[in-house]
């Protein structure tokens, strides 16, 4: 018998960088017309936000991308936030328990999607723990894991022991009041670098990786998709933050997603990993 070592079950994400095989994103329905947008911006427009989230679909298929289109089954404004409902390692995907009441109720129904595309549940975030996914970014072999209002230490404690089961070292990361999301100021490059926001996130918890900041004003612009190494997807109006990382050899594919990015929605936040090679 050989040294090789035997793997068995799925593959689902073997590199947090690689190339992004598979995604799963959530059409919104009408309800995203009464998300808040942010401070001096105006509302969403369902009719706009479902044909930018289209060529989102479209763009991500352009680099090899399967992508896995579902409907919003709730009435819920942010819906379209699909990373808030999993977060899938190698073995499988660990369904979260969002702080949305509404929200969370999709989380539920999530499985039925996966169990129809071969995706295994590798474990569920319990009850009364809270905890977006949104609020989760895995990067190399560390997980880290937002603190802010939209979850509790009951939340953060067991995601953190899922997350070490598959391997990962959790690290805690406070966020400035009014973050909409850990994800929505901090985009994975590689495994080994990172695009954040400092103006909102504790750089601290960042140590020992490469960073590119995003400029005071374009925190949002960090909030990039990843995928493949040192290639992102990115929200056209934040023109600095694309520069920069295109400075840095980080080839950039840039869209207009105006009405999710006027209600703090950004590309890392609108799909959920499901396969990377």
């Known amino acids: 018998?050989?040294?090789?070592?035997?793997?068995?079950?799925?593959?689902?994400?073997?590199?947090?960088?690689?190339?992004?095989?598979?995604a799963l994103v959530v059409v919104p329905s009408r309800a995203i017309e009464n998300a808040r947008p942010l401070a001096g911006e105006p509302n969403a427009v369902h009719s706009r936000a479902v044909a930018e989230?289209?060529?989102?679909?479209k763009t991500l298929r352009?680099?090899?991308?399967?992508?896995?289109?579902?409907?919003?089954?709730?009435?819920?404004?942010?819906?379209?936030?699909?990373?808030?409902?999993?977060?899938v390692f190698e073995s499988g995907a660990a369904i979260m328990r969002?702080?949305?009441?509404?929200?969370?109720?999709?989380?539920?129904w999530i499985e039925e999607t996966f169990e129809r595309n071969d995706v295994p549940i590798a474990a569920h975030l319990s009850a009364p723990g809270l905890l977006d996914g949104s609020d989760v970014v895995l990067a190399g072999k560390t997980a880290f894991i937002a603190v802010s209002p939209r979850s509790n230490a009951l939340g953060r404690d067991g995601f953190?022991?899922?997350?070490?089961?598959?391997?990962f070292s959790p690290v805690?990361?406070?966020?400035?009041?009014?973050?909409?999301s850990l994800r929505s100021?901090?985009?994975?490059?590689?495994?080994?670098?990172?695009?954040?926001?400092?103006?909102?996130?504790?750089?601290?918890a960042f140590t020992g990786f490469d960073l590119i900041e995003?400029?005071?004003g374009d925190e949002l612009g960090a909030g990039v998709l990843n995928v493949g190494f040192r290639h992102v997807l990115a929200d056209v109006r934040y023109p600095r933050v694309i520069d920069a990382l295109r400075k840095a050899g980080i080839h950039v594919e840039a869209i207009d997603l105006y009405d999710f990015g006027r209600i703090g929605l950004t590309p890392s936040v609108l799909a959920i990993d499901v396969r990377r090679g």
Do not use: K, N, W
């Open 53 to 57: 989230l289209a060529v989102f679909a």
């Open 172 to 180: 805690e990361v406070r966020l400035a009041t009014g973050t909409p």
């Open 214 to 216: 995003a400029a005071p």
């Open 62 to 87: 352009s680099v090899g991308c399967e992508v896995i289109e579902i409907q919003s089954r709730s009435r819920d404004p942010l819906a379209a936030c699909a990373a808030d409902l999993a977060v």
């Open 185 to 204: 100021v901090c985009g994975l490059l590689s495994e080994e670098a990172l695009v954040i926001a400092s103006e909102r996130v504790d750089r601290a």
């Open 1 to 22: 018998m050989s040294g090789r070592a035997v793997h068995y079950g799925p593959h689902l994400i073997a590199s947090t960088a690689g190339a992004l095989r598979c």
């Open 160 to 167: 953190a022991r899922i997350a070490q089961a598959h391997g």
């Open 98 to 108: 969002p702080s949305s009441p509404a929200h969370r109720a999709e989380a539920a």
